[in-house]
């Protein structure tokens, strides 16, 4: 079955950078469409950025400029670099995919269908 594990979130001040990455088995990972979504607590998961399976991106409003989205389909592999952190930044970050070539947006959570399990990214002030 489709396993995405995140890695890379922990614990950085305002104004650093950090990198995240999404590990994808048991899928055809240069077919799908992958994103990022975000989560602070009390709040509803957040579109973060995408990447088509062509390697068109996207970003969300609040991360453009700062944040990059990747991918290495040698590696199965999805990676999101984070700079510039904010303490808004703050939130537990989930990898997403899609069986879809993600050459349009899809901003909403019901868009995907398979997700991580998430790791925790902490900006402190």
């Known amino acids: 079955q489709v396993q995405l594990v995140e890695s890379g979130g922990g614990l950085v001040q305002a104004g650093g950078s950090l990198g995240l990455s999404c590990a994808a088995s048991g899928l055809t990972f240069s077919s799908y469409a992958m994103g990022w979504f975000r989560q602070a607590p009390g709040k509803e998961r957040d579109f973060v950025a995408q990447?088509?399976?062509?390697?068109?991106?996207y970003y969300g409003n609040s991360v453009k400029g700062r944040f990059t989205i990747s991918r290495d389909n040698a590696k199965n592999t999805v990676y999101l670099h984070m700079n510039s952190l904010k303490t808004e930044d703050t939130a537990v970050y989930y990898c997403?995919?899609?069986?879809?070539?993600?050459?349009?947006?899809?901003?909403?959570?019901?868009?995907?269908?398979?997700w991580g399990q998430g790791t925790r990214v902490t900006v402190s002030s």
């Open positions: 990447i088509s399976w062509s390697g068109d991106k």
């Open positions: 997403a995919a899609e069986n879809r070539d993600g050459s349009i947006m899809y901003t909403r959570p019901s868009h995907w269908t398979y």
